[in-house]
C-alpha cells in the first residue's frame, strides 16, 4: 500500500535551515508529482511546495518563495524540503502528499517543526 | 492574492443534511478548479474525501456528495452520523501549478 513517511523535523532557532525528507513506498514515485503542506498548531492546512512527478518544476505560494526549495531524487523514491532563514511562523507540522487529478490523494503522517529561540 | 473561504463552523443534528463550501475571492469556482475535500480529525492527517468535484476517494461512504453550487464548491453530508464531526478542508488549483486551500469547516454533530 501507499506510504509516506515524513522526517527531519526538530526545533531550530530563528534564522535557521532545516532540511525534511518523505520516503514513500507502494507506488511508481517517479510517476507522480509531490506536495509539501503544512499546519500551523491550531490553525488550518497551508500549500507550502509543488514539484513535477520528474523534478522538472517547482512551485511555492509566496510565503515561502526563496526560503524554501523542494526537490527529490527519483531513484530513492525520496522527497525533500529545504528549509532556510526560518521564522517563528513557519512552526507547523509539515506533511507531504501524493498528487494525482490535481488531488492530493495520499498524505503522510507529518514531521513537526518549531523555530524558537 | 487569492483567498479561498469556508465556512468556520456548522452544526447539523443527527441523521441531518449539511452542505460545506468553498468560495474564491477571485470569483466563481468551477471544475477546472479540480476542487478536492479532505476530513480531518485534530491529531491526525488529513483524509481525502473528495477529487474533482464530486468524486469520491476509495471507502468513502455515500452519504458524502461533491457538487458545484451557486458559483461555489460544496459537500453536501446527508444523513449526518457522529464519526462526521471533524474539520473539513477544500482545495482549488488556480493554474500554473498553485493551490490554494480554504480555512477549513468545523463540523458539529448535535
Known amino acids: 500500500q501507499v506510504q509516506l513517511v515524513e522526517s527531519g523535523g526538530g526545533v531550530v532557532q530563528p534564522g535557521g535551515s532545516l532540511r525534511l525528507s518523505c520516503e514513500t513506498s507502494?507506488?511508481?514515485?517517479?510517476?507522480?508529482?509531490m506536495h509539501w503542506v503544512r499546519q500551523a498548531p491550531g490553525k488550518g492546512l497551508e500549500w507550502v511546495a509543488f514539484?513535477?512527478?520528474?523534478?522538472?518544476?517547482?512551485y511555492y505560494p509566496d510565503s515561502v518563495k526563496g526560503r524554501f526549495t523542494v526537490s527529490r531524487d527519483n531513484s530513492k523514491k525520496t522527497l525533500f524540503l529545504q528549509m532556510s532563514s526560518l521564522r517563528a511562523g513557519d512552526t507547523a507540522m509539515y506533511f507531504c502528499?501524493?498528487?494525482?487529478?490535481?488531488?492530493?490523494?495520499?498524505w503522510g503522517q507529518g514531521t513537526l517543526v518549531t523555530v524558537s529561540s | 492574492q487569492t483567498v479561498v473561504t469556508q465556512e468556520s463552523s456548522l452544526s447539523v443534528s443527527p441523521g441531518g443534511t449539511i452542505t460545506l463550501t468553498c468560495a474564491l475571492s477571485?470569483?466563481?469556482?468551477?471544475?477546472?478548479?479540480?476542487p478536492s475535500w479532505y476530513q480531518q480529525t485534530p491529531g491526525q492527517s488529513p483524509r481525502t474525501l473528495m477529487s474533482?468535484?464530486?468524486i469520491r476517494s476509495s471507502g468513502v461512504p455515500d452519504r458524502f456528495s461533491g457538487s458545484i453550487l451557486e458559483n461555489k464548491a460544496a459537500l453536501t453530508i446527508t444523513g449526518a452520523q457522529a464519526d462526521d464531526e471533524d474539520i473539513y478542508y477544500c482545495?482549488?488549483?488556480?493554474?500554473?501549478?498553485?493551490?490554494?486551500f480554504g480555512g477549513g469547516t468545523k463540523v458539529t454533530v448535535l
Open positions: 502528499a501524493r498528487i494525482a487529478d490535481n488531488t492530493f490523494d495520499f
Open positions: 474533482r468535484t464530486n
Open positions: 507502494g507506488f511508481k514515485f517517479s510517476d507522480y508529482g
Open positions: 477571485s470569483g466563481s469556482v468551477s471544475t477546472g478548479h479540480w
Open positions: 514539484i513535477r512527478f520528474d523534478g522538472s518544476n517547482q
Open positions: 482545495v482549488l488549483y488556480l493554474g500554473s501549478g498553485i493551490w490554494v
